[in-house]
């Protein structure tokens, strides 16, 4: 079935650092993809999204790129801040009705000043 | 403000008790969902709704049970058939336009002791 695998964490970085998530998918024909963003005790929030191959999806300074040729949607910022701790999921929805997100496990981020 | 509100935020419950989680959305979204979130696990799908009085099992949907009498509700019961209820649930909802992000309340935090 349709699956998301996303890196590890925590991963841990210092203010104004680069940050890398990585992900990958495995789905039959053209799913969406998303980034969602959970901050402790809370429910998640929708970071940004593509829907087509080589769509690139942004948002407060977030990016990522639907890679059909590596089935990747790898998230990326130029510069982190300490409010950009939080845990980072990344997730597919099939293309056809009816269905429902599939989530990877979460990754962690957290940034110290 | 539109929205999804999960009720309670805590709640507690003996063990072999049923508990119903509240998920109400104003957002007149068709398609509601059940997540559970553990660490490490990221999120599973429990049950999902593309319309009223109709809803599908998701991927471990043993020990739970839901209904969908109206379009902005969508309770979830954990049953005492749940071998291990304590864990973080939430609620969401989309349109069921292909492709469609979905959005998610604050999550309600059950712990079973």
């Known amino acids: 079935g349709d699956s998301v695998t996303q890196m590890e964490g925590p991963v841990t970085l210092s203010e104004e650092a680069f940050l890398t998530i990585n992900c990958t998918y495995t789905?039959?024909?053209?799913?969406?993809l998303f980034w969602y963003v959970q901050y402790p005790g809370e429910g998640l929030q929708l970071l940004l999204k593509a829907t087509k191959a080589d769509d690139k999806g942004s948002n407060k300074g977030f990016e990522a790129t639907y890679r059909k040729e590596t089935t990747s949607f790898h998230l990326e910022k130029g510069s982190v801040q300490v409010s950009d701790s939080a845990v980072y999921f990344c997730?597919?929805?099939?293309?056809?009705?009816?269905?429902?997100?599939?989530f990877g496990k979460g990754t962690t981020l957290s940034v110290s000043s | 403000d539109g929205g999804i509100t999960q009720s309670p935020k805590y709640l507690f419950r003996k063990e072999g008790q049923n508990v119903t989680l509240s998920c109400e959305q104003n957002l007149n979204h068709d398609a509601m969902y059940w997540y559970r979130q553990d660490p490490g696990q990221g999120l599973r799908l429990i049950y999902y709704s593309q319309i009223v009085n109709d809803f599908q099992k998701g991927d471990i949907a043993e020990g739970y049970s839901v209904s969908r009498e109206k379009k902005e509700s969508f309770p979830l019961t954990v049953t005492s058939a749940q071998k291990n209820p304590t864990a973080f649930y939430l609620c969401?909802?989309?349109?069921?336009?292909?492709?469609?992000?979905?959005?998610f309340g604050q999550g309600t935090r059950l712990t079973v002791v």
């Open positions: 789905a039959t024909g053209y799913p969406s």
């Open positions: 997730a597919l929805i099939p293309n056809q009705a009816g269905t429902a997100l599939i």
């Open positions: 969401a909802s989309s349109g069921t336009a292909m492709n469609t992000e979905a959005f």
